[in-house]
């Protein structure tokens, strides 16, 4: 398998996440979709350090995962902030910012 | 795996080329299918699906330490976050079909669809050569390898990553933190209050003197009705809607004894 096939691959994945960020309103569905995007981008980083020969690539998308797994921590601690307040996960309902 | 790892190098190895379809598949099939299902439940399992499948395309890949990284921190803890989340949120939260924003979906549709392609063209135009890493890097010593650069070329990354997982967590803490807006109740009020609303002894507990032994059945009565106070309120409201769980007290049942449910005598209503 060549690189470009997974490329290919993390791009289709990467666009489906895209569209769950934008269509679901399920705010846990949301995060889970960007995580998936995430995935997607890890997966092109691996494919490219794989074609250039050298570790860089895997070492970014490790950096990547850490920081995922910040991201998660703090979303959904908002997430459940939101929750007690409001009652409700939808998106739609956080919006007293709304002008 | 050692197979799948051993032959991620080798490009001409039908095994890998079979196997990559295969996950292909399978991973683009989930993500399909978890922005389509609309419990939140089956999403995360869906998530896990294409996590999985792509922790085997790494190891194809020849980065064993990012497949088994993605299985134990992504599979294992992220995605166990994501269920406790919804545990504590509701498993029965699944998102509403109507449209919100008129157009939404379709514009949404239009924009994913211009990203796809602008991505195909940037792929297509990019020169992406075949797979150059060497089997040294892929096999053995690729944790060597990716610790070396961790602690030389990227050490302040790295260190920068360190203080983002401490402020991670101290931000998780500040934001679950709840203040008590009340001070806690002392025993004596407790027993005052417990005096005072009538009720002295426990409430009765599910099941007792019942026909059947679930927690969301209510006591059954000596006189025949059945005892509302005896199933906790938080099962009443998840309770489907269909048949009542709680008679009032003017009716009275006799249990037939053929069945072992519970028929309202003819006086009563009924009750289906």
Redesign the interface.
């Known amino acids: 398998m060549t690189p470009v096939h997974y490329v290919a691959l993390s791009v289709i994945l990467f666009v489906i996440g895209g569209v769950g960020v934008l269509v679901r309103r399920n705010a846990i569905v949301v995060f889970m979709c960007i995580e998936l995007m995430l995935n997607a981008c890890n997966l092109a980083f691996v494919a490219f350090a794989s074609m250039h020969g050298n570790l860089d690539g895997q070492v970014i998308a490790f950096f990547v995962m850490v920081v995922a797994a910040a991201e998660v921590v703090v979303g959904l601690a908002i997430l459940m902030a939101i929750y007690r307040a409001r009652r409700s996960a939808s998106v739609d309902d956080a919006n007293l910012l709304k002008w | 795996m050692t197979h799948v790892l051993a032959a991620g190098t080798n490009?001409d190895s039908i095994a890998?080329?079979s196997v990559?379809w295969i996950l292909?598949v399978l991973?683009?099939l989930a993500?399909?299918a978890?922005?389509l299902v609309p419990r939140?439940v089956h999403?995360?399992l869906m998530?896990a699906v294409?996590?999985l499948c792509?922790a085997t395309?790494?190891a194809?890949?020849?980065?064993p330490?990012?497949a088994f990284?993605?299985i134990i921190?992504?599979t294992g803890?992220?995605l166990m976050?994501?269920l406790f989340?919804?545990m504590?949120?509701?498993i029965s939260?699944?998102?509403?079909i109507v449209e919100?924003i008129k157009g939404?979906?379709l514009a949404?549709?239009l924009?994913?669809i211009g990203?796809?392609i602008l991505?195909?063209l940037g792929?297509g135009h990019a020169a992406?050569?075949?797979?150059?890493?060497?089997k040294t890097?892929?096999g053995t010593d690729?944790l060597s390898?990716?610790a070396t650069?961790?602690f030389t070329?990227?050490v302040f990354?790295?260190e920068v990553?360190g203080a983002?997982?401490i402020?991670?967590?101290v931000?998780?803490m500040v934001?679950?933190h709840?203040e008590r807006a009340t001070p806690r109740p002392t025993q004596r009020e407790l027993a005052a209050r417990r005096v005072a609303s009538g009720h002295l002894a426990p409430d009765p507990p599910p099941g007792v003197y019942a026909l059947h032994d679930s927690a969301d059945r209510p006591a059954l009565l000596p006189d025949g009705t059945t005892s509302e106070l005896s199933v906790s309120s938080a099962l009443s409201p998840r309770d489907p809607a269909g048949e009542p769980r709680f008679v009032p007290a003017d009716e009275t049942l006799e249990i037939t004894a053929e069945s072992g449910e519970w028929e309202p005598a003819p006086s009563g209503r009924a009750d289906s």
Request: glycine share 8%.
């Open positions: 490009t890998v080329e990559f292909a991973s683009v993500a399909l978890m922005i939140a999403c995360a998530l294409v996590m792509l395309m790494y194809m890949q020849g980065a330490f990012l990284v993605q921190v992504y803890a992220v976050l994501f989340v919804l504590l949120i509701g939260s699944s998102d509403s919100t939404q979906r949404a549709g924009v994913s990203l796809l991505l195909i792929i992406i050569g075949p797979d150059t890493l060497s890097a892929a690729n390898g990716i650069l961790i070329t990227y990354p790295f990553t983002l997982l402020t991670a967590a931000g998780a934001l679950a709840r």
